[in-house]
């Protein structure tokens, strides 16, 4: 059974930092490409950033290009995203997916499995 389980999530200030991990489990991943999806009251899910668990470098959404860094850690099989400079508009519950698409999906169509999300709240 695949799991993916989200931690990190927490309050901060504007500016601030904050470290998201995503411990997978349940089959290899090696021909996966991982991702951070968020959600913001009231919106539809938005793509944020996803990197292929094997070789190639992170990809991003503008609006966090430059502010959020997306790593994996293939021996401890966890994925993370590391968030500075947060904004009051980077308030969302953040979500880890897994895709078997090739080349580089952002859509949340393309993703296989989820975890269950976690909350970042960035204050004024």
């Known amino acids: 059974q695949v799991r993916l389980v989200e931690s990190g999530g927490g309050l901060v200030q504007t500016g601030g930092s904050l470290r998201l991990s995503c411990a997978a489990s349940?089959?290899?991943?090696?021909?996966?490409?991982m991702a951070w999806f968020r959600q913001a009251p009231g919106k539809e899910r938005e793509f944020v950033a996803l990197?292929?668990?094997?070789?190639?470098?992170?990809h991003y959404a503008d609006s966090v290009k430059g502010r959020f860094t997306i790593s994996r850690d293939i021996a401890k099989n966890t994925l993370f995203l590391q968030m500075n400079s947060l904004k009051p508009e980077d308030t969302a519950v953040y979500y880890c997916a897994a895709s078997n698409s090739g080349g580089l999906p952002v859509g949340d169509h393309d993703y296989d499995y989820w975890g269950q999300g976690t909350q970042v709240t960035v204050s004024s």
């Open positions: 990197i292929r668990w094997i070789g190639g470098s992170g």
């Open positions: 349940g089959r290899t991943f090696s021909n996966y490409a």
